[in-house]
């Protein structure tokens, strides 16, 4: 009985781990902020050669220049996130292999 809880017990840690592994990569190989952040890059350089002609624009330039930053920082920050679970899920399903090495000694 015990034997059976502890083989379930890996199991169920060894398929977190790889659904972990599995979100992290998907969080790092999907490049949706990517896009935006291009089509952005792309606007600020036409407005800035409008800001070179009329003042009134150099607000909006400005803000979209924090705009990038911002969208930059969300990428960092969605490629470290990925990262993690897929280091979290490395150690889970190490951890996984582990629990059955014990139970079959």
């Known amino acids: 009985m015990t034997t059976t809880i502890q083989i379930g017990m890996a199991i169920t840690l060894f ?19 990517q896009e935006a952040m291009r089509s952005l890059a792309g606007q600020s350089s036409r407005l800035s050669s409008k800001a070179l002609a009329d003042i009134g624009v150099q607000a909006a330039l400005d803000g979209a220049a924090h705009l990038l930053e911002a969208i930059t920082r969300l990428v960092q920050t969605a490629i470290g996130t990925g990262a993690f679970l897929c280091l979290l899920g490395t150690i889970i399903c190490g951890l ?10």
């Not at 996984?96 to 000694?105: D, H, Q």
């Open 15 to 33: 398929i977190t781990g790889i659904g972990m592994l599995i979100c992290g990569l998907v969080i790092i190989m999907t490049r949706e902020y």
């Open 96 to 105: 996984a292999f582990w629990m059955m090495m014990m139970i079959g000694a």
